[in-house]
């Protein structure tokens, strides 16, 4: 019997719909459970097939369970040893390689000193930095939030450089992000499941969390959905993320990617939808079962993207095109009306 196990926090709607509807499914010899842990051995394994992985970003020890898992044959989606390594802002100077457009953005080092550091731990930075160069390159208005951070906490709208150094007084040791402010006309939000299977969402940051999915327009062309697809896709191949969301401002009819490093994102019934919500549980049981059963013992069944593959073999960056979806037209939008002859207002994106 394989087991499929969802390791999760204080969320509840998902985890327990994507369990009921893998056990609906009757596959044989598979089954499915949230995970549980009441011992770690180094090199045990923990009897699970595959892991969906919701709640590790925030559990150390999580995490480190999950990599002797791994090491033991357990499918971890995503990977827990690249999830580990990743970060936003190395996300965006890959995009920006791999030709996926994204805002200028600056890394600034944390106010305060990381503990047990002292200022002799930073003789390699120039002090003060070239502010006025960093400035120059993002403008203002802009944005700040940490460069490996999430769920929206410790972001800040700046709009000049005395309100920069104001709010940056009080990030304590986070290490930040400032990035260029993109005024847009569209917005999407889109799940990326098995690096092939994707559904756009129409999202709308300034509106309360429960209503962000709300928009009351149509999107203004297929073309500009099918640019927003091809993106997801690449980006979430070479990122090697099982389960991912990116998220697009539209500027100028040019969609720029704004977030896409969220392994663990919301998919929460109240906030997502009941259409959103039906989508996402159904092709994460469907691909939990997928990967289930091309699981092998003693091997490693995780997923590697593009970029870790490019480097062990030493080859360039884009010497392999990015996969393309396996399945039929899977691209759907969120939206309560079809009003598509109005102009779309400009707004900023806020995140």
């Not at 502010?131 to 999430?150: Q, R």
């Not at 410790?154 to 009080?170: A, I, M, P, R």
């Not at 040791?173 to 005024?183: D, G, N, P, R, Y």
């Not at 962000?212 to 327009?217: F, G, L, N, T």
């Amino acid at each position: 019997m394989k087991k499929i196990g969802i390791l999760f926090g204080q969320e509840r709607s998902f985890p327990e719909a994507v369990i009921e509807r893998i056990n609906q499914k009757a596959e044989k010899g598979i089954v499915a459970e949230a995970v549980k842990i009441e011992k770690i051995f180094q090199n045990a394994p923990l009897d699970y097939a595959v892991i969906i992985d919701r709640i590790s970003q925030d559990v150390p020890f999580y995490r480190a369970s999950l990599k002797n898992a791994a090491i033991t044959g357990t499918a971890v989606i995503n990977n827990p040893f690249w999830w580990s390594a990743d970060e936003k802002f190395f996300n965006n100077a890959l995009a920006e390689q791999i030709g996926v457009p994204v805002p200028k953005t600056a890394l600034i080092p944390s106010r305060e000193h990381p503990t047990g550091t002292t200022a002799e731990s930073f003789s390699n930075l120039t002090m003060p930095l070239n502010w006025d160069a960093i400035f120059e390159y993002t403008g203002f208005p802009a944005y700040m939030k940490p460069y490996d951070g999430g769920g929206w906490r410790d972001v800040y709208k700046l709009h000049d450089k005395e309100d920069f150094f104001d709010k940056h007084s009080g990030t304590q040791q986070l290490v930040m992000l400032l990035q260029e402010e993109i005024i847009f006309e569209e917005y999407f939000r889109c799940y990326c499941i098995g690096g092939k299977h994707v559904r756009i969402m129409q999202y709308d940051p300034r509106n309360p969390h429960h209503l962000r999915y709300a928009v009351d327009k149509a999107p203004s062309s297929e073309k500009l959905l099918k640019t927003v697809e091809e993106y997801t896709l690449k980006l979430c191949n070479y990122l090697g993320y099982d389960f991912n969301t990116v998220e697009f401002a539209v500027r100028d009819g040019v969609p720029i990617a704004i977030d896409f490093c969220n392994p663990a994102p919301d998919a929460d019934l109240k906030s997502v939808g009941q259409e959103n919500f039906d989508w996402v549980v159904e092709t994460t049981a469907n691909y939990a079962i997928e990967r289930a059963k091309a699981q092998k013992e003693g091997q490693d069944n995780l997923t590697w993207g593009e970029y870790i593959k490019a480097s062990v073999a030493g080859k360039p960056l884009m010497a392999k095109a990015t996969a393309k979806p396996a399945t039929a037209k899977k691209v759907s939008t969120k939206t309560t009306s079809e009003k598509a002859a109005a102009k779309p207002k400009k707004t900023a994106a806020k995140k």
